[in-house]
């Protein structure tokens, strides 16, 4: 790929992402793209924060992994934000879902280079509680972010992928936005509690 785009290849930071084996992101395909597997490569902010585009074919792929777990990146974290994420960490167990990080604190932690700043925020992927446990879990998420250093960003995620900002859910607003593989759309918060078990 490096040599249909020479563009790339001319960058020495995404020569050393290759070379050291760092992941791409799956990301939602724009309109003017064809077939084949989106993916992204985000370089930090001291390389400006550009989002390389890529989009790959299924014999590229060599494999493919979930995000990283809260609890296996938190040590990348910023000392000051620990204890929040211990007991965001705590609120997973105790609600039976799982939470994974992406965004900035993801990329830290899988690639070492340093993409937090003083104004990040976290991003969060949680499983999609029982529908009982919903509004237990939203609660006590925003308790979290009301004691932490930093914004607790993120979403509830269906089953299927398909995933809502839990702030929006917390807010409890008629509409949310839904984000899916392919696209995002305006769903309705009654519909997305009847995708949960």
Known sequence: ????????????????????????????????????????????????????????????????????????ALETAPVTWRPALHALVATAAAHQVSVHVFGSLAWQYLTGLPYLSPTSDIDLAWSAPSRDRLDALLRAIAEVERAAPMGVDGEIVLRDGAAANWRELHDRRADVMLKTSNDVILATRASFEQDLT
């Open 1 to 72: 790929m490096l040599t249909a785009r020479p563009e790339l290849a001319a960058q020495p930071l995404v020569r050393d992402w290759v070379a050291r084996g760092w992941p791409l992101i799956a990301r939602r395909p724009s309109a003017h793209e064809a077939h084949g597997i989106p993916v992204g490569l985000p370089l930090p902010p001291s390389a400006g924060k550009a989002r390389v585009a890529l989009m790959l074919n299924h014999d590229d792929i060599d494999r493919a992994e979930p995000l990283p777990t809260l609890a296996t």
